[in-house]
């Protein structure tokens, strides 16, 4: 527990004689988020709303917000989203206060199935990498047999699959649009 009364807004005194309370910016600069993420995390439901003093500041218990915000931290390094993590808390605080079972399986569940998403996204990742590596093979033989001055038709030779490869965006001009195209013509 914090007991550091020169980050609080309590006296020596006040810091001894109940929990710890931080102001935003001191759980911001201890958790490594900024303040306008705390208030996010409050409106998304994975952070319970402080404690207001009595001029109406928000103060946040450390023994409690502390340890919860580094868990909401490390779940979505690993892929999980707020809103799963705000059902998650919510079932495991039910079930703290005696309500409900502990959401221990649910959340194995869903990291399990982050799982598969990942090993899903590897085997598209792998089959495009193959394919860029072919397309370049390619590319560069027929660039070796193209004069410099001459056009090799390198687009023009990929081949018809039927859909657009993964992530290449070549054929999706309307999400990322490309310059036009130069053409520097000879000068004599």
Not at 27 to 38: E, P, W, Y
Not at 104 to 113: E, G, H, M
Not at 162 to 188: A, D, F, I, M
């Amino acid at each position: 527990m914090i007991q550091d009364s020169t980050i609080l807004d309590t006296s020596p005194a006040e810091a001894s004689s109940g929990p710890t309370l931080l102001r935003p910016s001191e759980l911001a600069r201890l958790t490594g988020v900024s303040t306008d993420t705390l208030r996010h995390y409050e409106r998304k439901g994975v952070l319970p709303p402080p404690r207001r003093a009595a001029n109406g500041y928000r103060k946040y218990a450390a023994n409690d917000a502390l340890p919860r915000i580094r868990t909401i931290r490390r779940a979505l390094r690993l892929g999980f989203t707020l809103d799963e993590l705000a059902r998650v808390l919510r079932a495991r605080d039910t079930a703290a206060r005696g309500e409900g079972s502990p959401p221990c399986r649910a959340v194995r569940d869903l990291a399990a199935a982050k799982l598969a998403e990942v090993e899903a996204r590897l085997q598209d990742l792998t089959l495009l990498r193959d394919e860029l590596r072919n397309t370049l093979a390619e590319w560069d033989a027929r660039l070796a047999r193209t004069a410099e001055d001459e056009r090799a038709g390198l687009l023009e030779a990929l081949p018809e699959t039927g859909e657009p490869s993964v992530g290449t965006g070549l054929c999706n001009s309307s999400s990322s649009p490309l310059p036009p195209l130069r053409v520097r013509k000879k000068h004599p």
